[in-house]
């Protein structure tokens, strides 16, 4: 078997060649952008630069990987960004609140009636007697607290303030809550405490509160707490407000015209996610009916995206325009513009205004950074890895951006792949070829030898 051996460093070879094929490095793509992190975090993302998507090459942004310092890809995923995002801040609000006499069930007297007047600022609620007499301070049992007008948004926690006091008290709040004043419904209790000790001070005075609507709250304030005067309650709880995240532009012009100023092309200079379009006249006093239509491809299919009126009507300041229209998000960068037959049309080629906003890339913190965002390649195509399984709200991930563009393999990775001679292909087919050619040639061999061994036992057993 000795003379087979060349024969297994080929097979072995053979084997491992279509990996050392399939790595992908930073050179097999034109342009790279080194990345910088906001902070240590186990997912990070960042908005696609726009120079990346000038030498994207594919419209599903497959030629597009991100690798860390040792020049291993790492996992990525592509999201769609968002038109607008969710601004969320906490609010704090003084409440008004009334004490309750002592009783000795704790609970709100019955000789007590409301006088409730409503003002521009609010709710007033003004706790008397039967007899209209306002109730006295004194040692109360308890506190009647407004919360005021209704709240967008979630409520959060009560701070509780106190006069100062030396006495210690620590106890247990009682917290209900009804609409009406009249139906009562338990909300939540918590500790109280004013400590002191070797002149250093501990108070817990926050009350967390469970996310539901709140308008009448009653506390009520155990005997362990009397020494505690209650003389405020901060309400805190979250608002959030949409905001729109406005989108990028890039205008192109004409690139070619024909059928007498009916027809206009234009291209765009790489997969741009399109969101809206807007066509701008460059003469005055101009109208027209037309059709604007995209296609992935210079010889289409074509697909229809709008078609309406045309124009820029006015002087100076007083002048209209055609408005911005919505498109369907798409990634086609040849556009046409037919406008239909007529004897004035449009006097100059118009150009397109082009609103898209730039895709996230969502990666994995995967070996040691600086990381690099690496773009443009027709050696590669996509990939799908394990992240793009994950749910968006299980991922918080940190920031990160573009620092620095720098050329990785230049014009060559953009090159069609069969303007070149496949070299890493043809020797793994060769090797490939050869492999089955020795495994063949072994089972043969091997065949003989048991074939020889067959004969010579059948020889003896004569003898």
Same mark, same amino acid.
């Given at each position: 078997m000795n003379h087979l051996r060349p024969f297994w460093w080929l097979l072995v070879a053979s084997l491992l060649l279509p990996a050392a094929a399939s790595a992908v490095s930073p050179q097999d793509f034109s342009t790279g952008f080194h990345l910088e992190l906001d902070r240590e975090a186990t997912f990070y993302e960042l908005d696609l630069p726009a120079a990346a998507y000038h030498v994207i090459t594919r419209s599903d942004l497959g030629d597009l990987r991100v690798f860390n310092a040792s020049a291993a890809v790492v996992p990525h995923q592509l999201r769609p960004q968002p038109a607008v995002a969710v601004d969320t801040s906490t609010q704090h609000r003084t409440l008004t609140l009334f004490p309750l006499p002592a009783t000795s069930d704790g609970e709100l007297? +019955?000789?007590?009636?409301l006088h409730i007047e409503r003002g521009a600022g609010g709710t007033i609620v003004d706790l008397r007697s039967r007899d209209d007499q306002p109730t006295k301070n004194g040692n109360p049992s308890g506190w009647l607290v407004d919360t005021g007008p209704a709240k967008t948004g979630r409520t959060k926690a009560l701070t509780l303030s106190w006069a100062p006091t030396n006495i210690d008290a620590i106890g247990e709040v009682r917290i209900d809550n009804s609409s009406d004043l009249t139906h009562w419904t338990p909300l939540t209790t918590a500790a109280i405490a004013s400590l002191s000790f070797q002149g250093q001070r501990l108070e817990q005075n926050r009350v967390v509160l469970p996310h539901q609507p709140l308008r009448y709250l009653r506390l009520t304030w155990p005997p362990a707490l009397a020494s505690l005067e209650l003389t405020s309650i901060d309400l805190s709880y979250e608002t959030t407000r949409q905001i729109s995240l406005p989108l990028q532009h890039y205008t192109a012009r004409a690139v070619t015209t024909a059928d007498n100023n009916r027809s206009y092309e234009f291209q765009l200079p790489g997969p741009l996610p399109i969101e809206e379009i807007r066509l701008l006249l460059p003469v005055s006093n101009t109208l027209a009916e037309c059709r604007l239509e995209s296609a992935e491809l210079p010889v289409g299919p074509w697909q229809s995206?709008?078609?309406g009126l045309v124009y820029r009507l006015g002087r +100076?300041?007083?002048?209209?325009?055609?408005?911005? %229209?919505? %498109?369907s998000r798409n990634r086609h960068r040849n556009w046409r513009l037919e406008c239909t037959p007529s004897e004035a049309g449009l006097q100059a080629p118009p150009s397109i205004d082009f609103g898209w906003r730039p895709d996230r890339v969502l990666f994995l913190a995967q070996g040691e950074p600086p990381f690099l965002l690496a773009a443009g390649s027709q050696r590669v195509g996509p990939a799908r890895f394990p992240v793009d399984y994950l749910k968006h709200d299980q991922i918080t991930p940190g920031q990160a951006w573009s620092?620095?563009? @720098?050329s990785l393999g230049g014009e060559q990775p953009l090159e069609p792949i069969n303007a070149t001679l496949p070299w890493k292909k043809i020797i793994l087919w060769v090797l490939l070829g050869g492999g089955v050619l020795l495994i063949s +040639? @072994?089972?043969v061999s091997l065949h003989r030898q048991m074939r020889s061994s067959e004969n010579g036992s059948d020889n003896r057993d004569a003898d």
């Open positions: 007297p +019955g000789d007590l009636s995206r709008w078609r +100076g300041t007083s002048e209209i325009a055609s408005p911005t %229209v919505a %498109v620092r620095q563009e @720098l +040639g @072994l089972a």
